[in-house]
């Protein structure tokens, strides 16, 4: 039954950050990393586009999670600047439910290209003679549509839940919006709401990890039975760009889950901390690792820089 103190929101004001030290500082922080995250994945996708010959599968999905970290990101980094160096505390109603559909989106999303990706690379190590027929560019941008498809149907389904909730109060104990701060608001039981976000937490933590798992261990097979040394410096080096990516991804949510199977108590400002850093370094760090250790788009990269200071003396 509803709770009789239920009220229509229009807006909800975030008090997360309210007890945090300070704030200027840590909003100037988020900024430039926001910042860096938009300036290199948007340089990664310029990158690939301007050389045809980079369109192939494995940098489409690198274009994929570039786009993906942009809007994943923005969903949360412009809210936090605002309210950290703007003092802007307040949202409506609507752009915080559009908000925590983005976030949530792009979270899915970024699990799924990345298990894409695993699968690329192991096609590609152990197939190499039948990549590019098994793994097209149509095929590859099939299945990049579908999970973005897959990951709105979730979503919808998510926001609809939140939708039909009462809400008691406008206020937000966090510094952003997402599922699990819109529950804890309403006017309800939270517990009973949380089955759908743990059963999609076990399935992107508990099915789409083991399968990332898989495919490196076999690559592995595929590495040892190399007989040159340089081959298997090559493969192992197309997959550690990879492994960090995936492990900057996933460790975030195993500390989550770890202290909270421990018993671990957090108060809101640890808990704020937490979501922040899983929500930045992933996104922070994909594209400066890709950039840094793909050999194909640091030189591309470098090439284009280099035109651009020749033309500049010009």
Request: net charge positive.
């Amino acid at each position: 039954m509803l709770n009789t103190t239920a009220q229509r929101v229009t807006e909800f004001t975030l008090t997360g950050s309210d007890d945090q030290p300070n704030q200027q500082l840590l909003g100037t922080l988020i900024l430039i990393t926001y910042l860096v995250i938009m300036i290199s994945n948007s340089t990664n996708i310029c990158v690939v586009a301007s050389d045809r010959r980079l369109f192939t599968p494995m940098y489409i999905f690198i274009c994929n999670l570039a786009a993906v970290d942009i809007t994943f990101t923005t969903s949360t980094g412009t809210t936090l600047i605002g309210l950290l160096l703007l003092g802007i505390r307040n949202i409506s109603y609507y752009e915080c439910i559009s908000r925590m559909f983005i976030y949530h989106l792009g979270d899915i999303c970024i699990c799924l290209n990345l298990t894409l990706m695993a699968v690329d690379r192991v096609v590609a190590i152990s197939n190499p003679l039948r990549y590019h027929s098994i793994l097209t560019n149509g095929r590859t941008l099939a299945l990049i549509a579908l999970t973005w498809l897959l990951a709105i149907v979730i979503m919808g389904l998510l926001v609809g839940i939140v939708d039909s909730l009462p809400y008691c109060q406008p206020l937000l104990r966090y510094s952003f919006c997402n599922y699990a701060t819109l529950v804890r608001a309403a006017c309800v039981d939270p517990e009973p709401y949380f089955i759908y976000t743990t059963v999609l937490s076990t399935w992107m933590i508990g099915v789409h990890l083991p399968l990332i798992l898989a495919t490196y261990m076999k690559i592995i097979y595929t590495v040892l039975r190399l007989s040159k040394n340089e081959s298997r410096k090559q493969m192992i080096n197309t997959c550690v760009s990879h492994v960090i990516v995936v492990t900057c991804y996933f460790l975030p949510k195993f500390i989550v889950i770890l202290l909270t199977r421990m018993g671990v108590t957090l108060s809101l400002t640890e808990r704020n901390a937490l979501l922040v850093v899983s929500t930045l370094l992933p996104s922070f760090m994909n594209p400066t690792v890709y950039c840094l250790r793909t050999k194909e788009i640091r030189t591309r990269l470098i090439k284009i820089l280099s035109r651009s200071r020749v033309n500049a003396i010009k």
